[in-house]
């Protein structure tokens, strides 16, 4: 009798699934998942900065004045300040005049820690910057900046560890 088996033996499976077990650990490696994730954040808190910026500028459109003013002659203009310190008082102004949805807080989270205003009312001015945490941004020709909205020298340089800041002006 001849018996013919058909299928692959147990060490040719075992072969092709240590190299498709390799090629995956490759793949992950080159994509640097927490990479990623720490370019989603940067993401996220970009389009936040940039909205408060935006709607900074319609607001002086509409009122005359920046948002951190009571009004036209009274006005403690921000610098590096916290964007969650504005919460209360440009934040509030902004979401009353419709430039801003009334849950933008809540969209925004814990970004706001990490977004920093500086900006003056006459001139009407607005710098929106915030530090990136992940290496594709920190080494983006747009994170040239201090925490002051003012160029910094040696910016990009790629590593999120130092002191340059991506703003939005």
């Known amino acids: ?3 013919f088996k058909k299928g692959f033996t147990l060490i040719e ?4 699934i ?15 998942p ?33 948002p951190w003013c009571s009004d036209a002659q009274t006005c403690t203009d921000p610098s590096s300040t916290a964007l969650a310190d504005l919460e209360t008082t440009a934040i509030a102004d902004i979401v ?16 706001l820690e990490n977004i920093y205003v500086t900006g003056t009312n006459d001139p009407p001015t607005v710098a929106v910057c915030y530090k ?26 790629g590593d999120p560890a130092d002191d340059c800041y991506y703003c939005i002006k």
Do not use: W
């Open 13 to 16: 499976l075992l072969i092709v």
């Open 132 to 157: 990136p945490t992940s290496k594709s941004f920190a080494s983006n020709p747009n994170t040239k900046y201090a925490i002051s909205g003012t160029l910094a020298t040696g910016c990009p340089t």
């Open 34 to 66: 927490f990479e990623q994730l720490k370019k989603g954040t940067d993401t996220g808190v970009r389009n936040t900065a940039g909205e408060f910026q935006g709607a900074s500028i319609r607001y002086y459109a509409i009122k005359n004045y920046m």
């Open 96 to 111: 009353t005049t419709g430039e801003l949805k009334t849950d933008f807080v809540e969209l925004a989270g814990g970004q």
């Open 18 to 32: 240590a190299l498709l077990g390799a090629l995956a650990v490759g793949l992950l490696a080159a994509l640097d």
């Open 1 to 3: 009798m001849n018996y």
